[in-house]
Each structure stands twice: as structure tokens, then as C-alpha cells.
């Protein structure tokens, strides 16, 4: 089994930036590729940003692209999300994910808990 715990969620005003983290314990997922999802009020789950498993491939929705930056430190088994420049509309909360087949196919078998992220206007 494999546990995702985020952490970094929180309120902050349109234009101002939030880290989110991510630590993977139990099953190694070193060899994974890592992503996040969000979900706002009302909507379905989607899709934010993964990397693969050695950082040399990455994939952002197209709502995110020159904002948010992800990253991954594989011997602290974290994986990181640099939002910049947030919006009203990035508010969500946000789930960490791991799985082998990210970031090519965007899904994944495992889920964090989730934190949430509200962006004030």
C-alpha cells in the first residue's frame, strides 16, 4: 500500500503563490510518477500537473501552464506543486496521486487526502 499526505494548503489572495507538498510512505514509489488532481465545489476531479518517476517528463493542464511548477525530491519520496500567480478559480482542494502509469495517462490508483486551497479575489 501506498500513503500520500499533503500538506501547504490554504487561504491566500488572488496574485499570491502557495507551495503544496506531498509525502509517499509504505510502498516505494520511487519508480512512480506523481501528480495532482483538484476538485471545486460542484465539479469533477481533474487533472493539474505529474511527473514522472526521475523529473524528466512533465505534464500540466492547460488552465496551469506558466503558473504552476511540479516537482519531486525521490530521496524524501515528496513531490512538490509552486502555484504562482492563483486565481479565484484554482480554489479546490487539491489531491496528491501516485501511480506507474502517470504522467502519460492521467490517473492514478492512489490517493491522498487531500488540502484544501482557496484563493480570496
Known amino acids: 500500500q501506498v500513503q500520500l499526505v499533503e500538506s501547504g494548503g490554504g487561504l491566500v489572495q488572488a496574485g499570491g503563490s502557495l507551495r503544496l507538498s506531498c509525502a509517499a510512505s509504505?510502498?516505494?514509489?520511487?519508480?512512480?510518477?506523481m501528480g495532482w488532481f483538484r476538485q471545486a465545489p460542484g465539479k469533477e476531479r481533474e487533472f493539474v500537473s505529474a511527473i514522472s518517476w526521475n523529473g524528466g517528463n512533465t505534464a500540466y493542464a492547460d488552465s496551469v501552464k506558466g503558473r504552476f511548477t511540479i516537482s519531486r525530491d525521490n530521496v524524501k519520496n515528496t513531490v512538490f506543486l509552486q502555484m504562482n500567480s492563483l486565481k479565484s478559480e484554482d480554489t479546490a482542494v487539491y489531491y496528491c496521486a501516485a501511480d506507474p502509469s502517470l504522467p502519460g495517462l492521467r490517473r492514478a490508483n492512489y490517493w491522498g487526502q487531500g488540502t484544501q486551497v482557496t484563493v480570496s479575489s
Open positions: 509504505g510502498r516505494t514509489v520511487t519508480y512512480w510518477g
